[in-house]
């Protein structure tokens, strides 16, 4: 428990704070009481528990015993969730007394408006925190099915649920086998070698067409710059089934469905877009002088670009380029019409095995996926760093 730093601006008083902490309480009982089956039972009894300690922390014990309170209620929480549900209760358990400890004196003791400015209202004040938790609300929704799917991809068993071995960290719950399956079989290796083959030249095109793209479109003298504009990145706007479905008809009238240059072309396609988008927005800053220097100084085109203008817009294309290489890496719809069996990429195989066959190795192969884009997500905020630095929209 880290030591208290007293950042009070005055005591709440109890028709505040009491209410506040057991709403609170009444939440995190849904949870609670849901696990146990009894939902409504989980809300009176969450929402009377911590109200309970509110009072005791804040009137009766105060803030010379805020560290011991603390870690009181952490033991308390603990021991009830070791009860109810083993380790992992004793886990979760932990993490809730850790956080209402915090939170009855945060309320208790007004330190929520202590780095607020004096003058806000109430109602400004609860908006304050309101958004955050609304933000926070939404990322955890959206991240929960991630952090549900990496532990599944370590089950022991062929399951696609927690088995009770892993609910008691039982370490024979865990296992490796469906990464083993994943490097091993041939199927799987097959299809990854199909995704690494594609990928690659469909960002090599995506970058090349969409940078060349993107420093036209950025010419005030170009006629009917957002139009153009807005047909080369229409295949972010449409949804994908009809792209995937024109491209089809297309490419079987011109010989190109079921090759791989044409899953090639198709994945280029919806990667040029993001290329297009960032160098774009990286053009934003640049400095047209340098160019117009270079050129009195006698370089021709070619050589302004290479030497001039791509050093100062390469976060960007490199940006782009990251982003098309996940698109085509992901990407399973235009992969199933326009190509064949000889194309099958990786996440057509994942398609096929959700389909066909049952097998947990798809998560493994998820969670693969994920740590990958996790990886490239970071390499692109980096750059959009060291691209902000270069054009001096941030400190150094």
Known sequence: MSDVILTDTGKKPLSFSLPVLAAAGAFAGIFVGAAQG??????????????????????????????????????????????????????????????FGWFIYWIGFNRYRAHLVPYLTSGQVLWHYAFRVICGAIFVFLITPILVVMPLSFNAENFFTFTPEMLRFDPEGYSLKHYRDFFTNSDWQAALRNSVMIAPVATILSVGFGTLAAIGLSQPHV????????????????????????????????????????????????????????????????????????ANMGADPVTTFFRVQMPL???????????????????????????????????????????EQISPTILAVATILVVISIALLTVVELLRRRSERLRGMSPG
């Open 223 to 294: 006629p009917f710059r957002r139009a153009i504009m807005a047909i080369l990145i229409s295949p972010m706007i449409v949804p994908l089934i009809i792209s995937a479905a024109g491209m089809y008809f297309f490419y079987s009238r011109i010989g190109l469905q079921g090759t791989f240059f044409g899953v090639v072309l198709a994945h280029a396609a919806l990667g040029i877009p993001f290329v297009i988008i960032t160098v774009t927005a990286t053009l934003v800053g640049f400095d047209r002088s340098l160019t117009r220097a270079a």
């Open 38 to 99: 009894s939902s409504l039972l989980g809300i009176v009894g969450g929402a009377i528990l911590l109200a309970i300690l509110g009072f005791v922390c804040i009137e009766v014990l105060g803030r010379k015993a805020e560290k011991p309170a603390r870690w009181g209620i952490l033991a308390l929480f603990a021991v009830a969730g070791f009860l109810f549900g083993g380790i992992p209760g004793l886990v979760v358990g932990a993490l809730f007394g850790w956080f």
């Open 313 to 355: 817009i390469l976060p960007g294309v490199i940006s782009g380029g990251l982003f098309a290489f996940i698109t085509s890496f992901d990407e399973v719809v235009v992969v199933l019409f326009v190509g064949s069996a000889g194309q099958k990429t990786l996440p057509w195989q994942m398609f096929t095995g959700l389909r």
